[in-house]
């Protein structure tokens, strides 16, 4: 019983104490008005004044958080003396700020479940504790300014939280934006009272706040205000005239943002959907996809009160990208029927429908492509006899469009846009090519499109949810033929049509392998030879004697998106030798490489290392070094396989008879 009541004791008098401390801290910090504490003293009042102040003067001027200036400098947290704050001081004032944080983010607020910020987006990566951030634009009379809210586990991130607000707070967004999170702990001179944790987290708070700024509706459609350079044939309207766009509708998300952007911005819209699926000859293998987009491109229409146009584009699309897609295959190519379809339907045969049936009606044809066009103040306007006779317009006083990357690496689609002439750009609007895919979904979210949870589509766009390998089952069927080791000459396995494999290729050959080779794997495809109905594999493919075939080789019918190829004087005097950056195929990835012209719009290229597959058929598309501009493309020829397979069978000749001997 003794004990007992010893630790009774012990367990009141620390509670009475933390009750003390909680008392004299609320006094301290501003939660209890001092009347109601009993016994306050000078010292806690002169205290508190001093945070106040402090706070205020670096709301004031937050790019001095110690003032150097003699009348300037911070009374000492001690209450006496001058000077510079030391590390201690520093970190308690930091502790005092993060007492003082009343500004919680309530995930469950209405306020927070009406933004369109996720829970998820505001958790801070790379700190010392667990920080949440939410930065809410408030408007003022003449600009806008930046709230700031945030949880946080730690007291010292709760006041680095709270006194990265109060240095936002009298900046306008763009000045936020404009901020260097890696300096900011230097611009409020904490740096040297903080580890490296630390001052990674606040940066990291920082570059949370204005990725979240970035996002915001608002902002998105300020930014969308003026998607091209302010020239005068694009603007909204011209003599009172408004400018009227063909908008591509697929009932995809992109395509769906771009409409409302384009009415946002002023123009008149009409959009249109193509029918380009080939129902008649594939309906067995799935389920029809263009109904399911047609109506949800009417849901899209009926929202934004425009009418929604139907135009079958089924047979052009036969006749100009599925006959050569198929006669490539058949040829042992990798074809890309993507670029055909931009070059030769989209903006080939819808522009044709348009200076045939709709002659003048239009003044621009826009889709939801993530690709950026560039215009100087000289560009023109092509008419309507010049896409039927495809080209014309007064080239001579009009400056050629740029083609442009998007800034989303992964979503730019400037590779599949390669083919394009200066009369199709000349005539195109891509309103959603200067965001990046998140923003273009929190542009769903705030137009509240129906449509806003669709998954991006995949695969190519006449198929929908037919394999590709399907496809060419129906039309060109089964050939079977033998898989030649490309060094020993050797047997190893049966395929079923050279078509059904391209260069490169490892995941799905080894099915087609005898057991003996899927042991001594793994093969990749290297090359075909249609002709022998041959399809080559190697498993030494990342072996030095691949390196040539991998790196070197021949690209033919390249087309200058200008025109013409850049100007260019290299060192040595040569003009026909270039040095591009290279997309082998669509994705985020370049590559550094040099392009020798040759005759007949042909050339040699070589990489600065070696390729993953360089497909025959495929297209490799050139981009300036200098910055993002998309200058043309050219497809990658098979000679260079045929070189290396006539070396590989001499280096086998060789070998036999050195065995021989």
């Known amino acids: 019983r003794r004990m007992v009541a010893n630790e009774s004791s012990a367990v009141f008098t620390v509670l009475l104490s933390c009750l003390v401390l909680s008392l004299n801290l609320s ?48 009374p000492s947290t001690e209450g006496g003396g001058g000077g510079e704050e030391t590390m201690e001081q520093i970190q308690q004032r930091l502790a ?70 109060q240095y936002l707070s009298t900046k306008t967004v763009e000045e936020v934006l404009a901020l260097d999170a890696s ?7 904490v740096r040297k009272a903080l580890s490296q944790g630390r001052n990674d987290g606040i940066a990291n708070m920082l570059q949370v706040i204005q990725r979240q700024l970035s996002s915001s ?79 949800t491109c009417q849901q899209v229409c009926n929202q934004a009160g425009v009418e929604l146009e139907i135009i079958s584009l089924q047979d052009q699309y036969h006749e100009r990208v599925m006959q050569h897609t198929l006669t490539e295959a058949a040829q042992g190519r990798t074809p890309n029927p993507d670029i055909l379809c931009n070059s030769r339907v989209k903006f080939g045969c819808f522009l044709d429908y348009l200076a045939d049936k709709r002659a003048g009606e239009f003044d621009f044809i826009a889709s939801g492509h993530y690709a950026q066009l560039q215009r100087t103040k000289e560009a023109s306007v092509f008419n309507d ?35 394009l002439q200066q009369f199709q750009l000349q005539k195109l609007l ?7 895919k998140w923003q273009v979904r929190e542009l769903a979210e705030e137009f509240q499109l129906p449509n806003r949870h669709r998954p991006d589509s995949q695969g190519l766009c006449f198929l929908g949810k037919v394999k590709f390998s399907d496809f060419l089952n129906i039309h060109l069927g089964i050939k079977e033929g033998e898989i030649i080791d490309a060094f020993s000459g050797e047997a190893i396995g049966r395929h079923k049509g050279v078509w059904y494999h391209t260069v490169g290729q490892r995941k799905g050959i080894g099915k087609s392998l005898f057991p003996l080779a899927t042991a001594k794997g793994p093969w990749y495809v290297v090359a075909k030879d249609p002709k022998k109905n041959i399809v080559y594999a190697s498993n030494q493919y990342d072996e030095d004697v691949f390196a040539q075939a991998r790196s070197e080789f021949h690209v033919e019918n390249i087309h200058w998106i200008a025109g013409e190829p850049p100007s260019n004087n290299n060192d040595d005097g040569t003009t026909s030798t270039f040095q591009f950056d290279m997309k082998i195929r669509h994705g985020p990835r370049l590559v550094v490489g040099n392009l020798e012209l040759l005759e007949d719009n042909d050339g040699i290229i070589k990489l600065a290392q070696k390729d993953g ?49």
């Open 27 to 74: 006094f301290t910090l501003g939660f209890l008005p001092s009347q109601q504490v009993t016994g306050a003293s000078p010292h806690h009042l002169d205290h508190l004044q001093q945070s106040n102040a402090y706070v205020r003067r670096l709301s004031n001027d937050g790019t001095r958080l110690f003032q150097t200036k003699e009348e300037d400098k911070e």
């Open 385 to 419: 006899e010049d896409a039927a006779d495809g080209g014309g317009g007064d080239k001579d006083n009009a400056e050629p469009v740029r083609l442009r990357r998007a800034p989303d690496p992964v979503k730019d689609q400037s590779y599949f846009l390669c083919a």
């Open 217 to 295: 509706p608002e902002l998105l459609l300020e930014e969308t205000a003026d998607v091209e350079p302010s020239t005068d044939h694009l603007k909204t309207k011209v003599n009172g005239q408004t400018k009227k766009v063909a908008l591509l509708l697929s009932g995809g998300v992109d395509s769906s943002v771009a409409l409302h952007l384009l009415l946002r911005q002023g123009y008149s819209v009409t959009p249109f959907y193509l029918k380009i699926w080939l129902e008649d000859e594939m309906a067995h293998l799935g389920e029809c996809p263009w109904e399911d987009d047609v109506d």
């Open 96 to 165: 005092q700020l993060g007492m003082a944080w009343k500004h919680e983010i309530d995930f469950h607020s209405e306020e927070f479940r009406n933004s369109n910020i996720d829970k998820k987006s505001t958790r801070v990566p790379g700190c010392v504790a667990t920080v949440h951030v939410w930065a809410i634009i408030e408007d003022d009379d003449n600009s806008s300014l930046v709230s700031i809210r945030g949880n946080s586990d730690a007291i010292v991130s709760k006041g680095l939280l709270n006194l990265l607000s």
């Open 430 to 436: 891509f309103p959603i090519g200067h965001l990046e």
């Open 183 to 189: 300096t900011i702990t230097d611009q409020l001179r």
């Open 613 to 661: 597959g360089l497909a025959p058929g495929q297209y490799v598309v050139f981009y300036d070094s200098d910055d993002a501009n998309c200058l043309g493309g050219g497809i990658i020829s098979e000679r260079h396989w045929a070189k290396f397979l006539l070396d590989a069978k001499e280096r086998r000749t060789s070998m036999n008879e050195t065995v021989s001997a």
